[in-house]
């Protein structure tokens, strides 16, 4: 054989060495997969908590009291925080009002 033919030749070998290296790693990852142990599992994140600021706290209970259905009452010992009960189940977030204190004070979500 000629050199080059050698070298063509090697190249097929080692692109078929490299093909079933790679269906071996993906029958491991497949295998791995299907075994892990519900622990090593990624969960999906949720919202866990809300925040929402407001210039007028009376203007946006009615707001989102009408458009939701929340029921938002004042939390003991706060003077500008409300609790927001969205009437969902238990796993349903809940979230707070509260009366904005800087200009661009964005909605807050706490995520878990």
Request: glycine content about 6%; overall charge positive; proline content about 4%.
């Amino acid at each position: 054989m000629t050199a080059r033919r050698l070298s063509q030749k090697n190249f097929v070998l080692s692109r078929r060495a490299d093909s079933s290296y790679f269906q071996q790693k993906k029958k491991s990852h497949i295998n791995r997969k299907e075994n892990m142990s519900n622990s090593e599992k990624k969960q999906n994140a949720s919202i866990v908590w809300f925040e929402i600021p407001a210039d007028n706290v009376e203007r946006a209970k009615k707001f989102y009291g009408d458009l939701f259905g929340w029921k938002i009452e004042r939390l003991p010992g706060t003077q500008e925080y409300w609790h927001i009960d969205t009437g969902g189940a238990d796993d349903t977030p809940d979230g707070a009002l509260k009366a904005r204190k800087q200009p661009q004070e964005p909605i807050v979500n706490y995520v878990s």
